[in-house]
């Protein structure tokens, strides 16, 4: 018995495992080519009107979201207090 079959399956193991990896570096290379080469980082143009607007929309958007918290937290209070109510009624009841 030789063992010269296990040496040729071991070459060509070797042979299509250097093809993967050449394979593998291309395929990176081109992702991280499509990754970083179409984004640009210059700021774009924008125009003090439009910067004045997105103020006053990011304002806005603000009062809104607090006044619906607040609306939000007084219900849930609201419901906590008619709970412990109506709990202590059951319990004054009970005894």
């Known amino acids: 018995m030789s063992f010269g079959g296990h040496v040729f399956d071991m070459i060509r193991r070797d042979k299509l495992n250097r093809e993967l990896r050449s394979l593998r570096r291309e395929r990176s290379k081109e992702r991280l080519s499509k990754l970083y080469g179409k984004h640009s980082f210059e700021p ?7 910067l004045e607007k997105i103020g006053r929309q990011l304002k806005e958007w603000k009062a809104e979201r ?11 209070y609201a ?17």
């Open 79 to 95: 419901l906590l207090l008619g709970g412990i109510l109506v709990a202590w009624l059951v319990w004054s009841f009970l005894l």
């Open 66 to 76: 607090q006044a619906h918290l607040s609306k939000q937290t007084l219900l849930f």
């Open 44 to 50: 774009e143009e924008v125009s003090v009107e439009e």
